[in-house]
């Protein structure tokens, strides 16, 4: 084979190679896309999961004030220990470096002191925000496990569980009675939800198709269901509570005259005891909501129809 020969054939194969390459990166960039879209997918539908344990308030009730630390003096005695068992060697006497090395011992001493004077002072810092914390959590325990709704809303305030909220939606109003907790969330909109559908074809190119208008409304569906869960999980959570009612507020177009008009879309009552049977991980937001009385209209196509909120029969 010539040289020329040679040269062309080295040539197609480095073509052949880059075309392996770039097919390779175009595969592996679809395949991360399609996974990207699906894990939004499921955080839409599973943000319910991430709530807070429960909380004991008798346990924090109980829980023994702070003890006031003791100072120490680590570095102070390590340093004077060191000063107090300088030995001057042969060389030191000899050279005249013994007053020198005296008081560099001296000075490491006066440092050490210092140092221990600022740890002391962080540690005793940190015991007093901690005492703080611990009679203001005492404080709201006592009120709590009384059932004293002054105490409810101060428990609310120092947990703050809805204050990461982007999530679920962009405003919260609470209403705490004696006997139950109302709540209404400002849900967020149906942008929220991807119009489109991701998927790998069969050669590895990334495929995207406008999602079908059921399948929106359906995904939108579960996602509003799943952020009141998560409210109400949360309350339960927090509060010695046996019912809460959670409305969802939404934005929706008033047919009649056109305006946008926030309106209630779906309105739950729940209960302790039906939320303490449900097994969320292995069941969908919107068949856990259907265990509770609920209010609520939706469309296929048309997505939710505004409702009133749910009348409450504690009986």
């Known amino acids: 084979m010539t040289t020329y020969k040679t040269l062309r054939a080295y040539e197609a194969n480095q073509r052949r190679q880059e075309k392996v390459r770039q097919k390779t990166i175009e595969t592996q960039n679809a395949y991360k896309a399609v996974n990207d879209w699906k894990k939004v997918i499921l955080n839409l539908k599973t943000i319910h999961l991430k709530s807070t344990p429960l909380i ?36 030191d006497k000899l050279l005249g470096l013994v ?30 925000i901690s ?19 002054q105490s409810y809303k101060k428990a609310l305030e120092y947990f703050d569980p809805f204050s990461e909220m982007e999530e679920i939606g962009n405003q919260i109003k609470i209403n705490i009675e004696n ?47 799943s952020c009141l869960l998560r409210v109400a999980k949360e309350v339960f959570a927090h509060l010695p509570y046996k019912y809460s009612r959670v409305n969802a507020i939404a934005k929706i177009v008033n047919c009649q005259n056109g305006k946008v008009e926030r309106k209630v879309i779906l309105s739950v009552l729940f209960s302790t005891d039906i939320m303490q049977k449900i097994n969320f991980g292995l069941t969908q937001p919107l068949d856990n909501i259907q265990a509770f009385s609920n209010e609520m209209v939706i469309h296929k196509i048309n997505g939710f129809s505004p409702v009133n909120r749910i009348e409450f029969n504690l009986r």
């Open 56 to 91: 004991d308030w008798h346990k924090i009730k109980n829980t023994e004030m702070p003890s006031e630390p003791l100072r120490e003096y680590k570095n102070e005695d390590f340093a004077t220990d060191e000063l107090e068992n300088f030995k001057p060697t042969f060389f």
């Open 99 to 128: 007053p020198k090395k005296i008081n560099n011992l001296n000075q490491l001493l006066e440092q050490a002191k210092v140092k221990d004077s600022i740890e002391n002072d962080e540690i005793y810092n940190l015991y007093q």
């Open 131 to 149: 005492l703080k914390d611990w009679h203001k959590l005492n404080e709201i325990s006592i009120g709590v496990v009384k059932n004293d709704i």
């Open 179 to 225: 006997d139950f907790i109302d709540i209404d969330l400002t849900i967020n909109g149906i942008e929220i939800i991807p119009d489109y559908e991701l998927k790998q074809t069969s050669t590895g190119k990334l495929s995207r198709t406008n999602m079908p208008k059921t399948r929106f409304n359906e995904l939108y569906q579960q996602h509003v269901c």
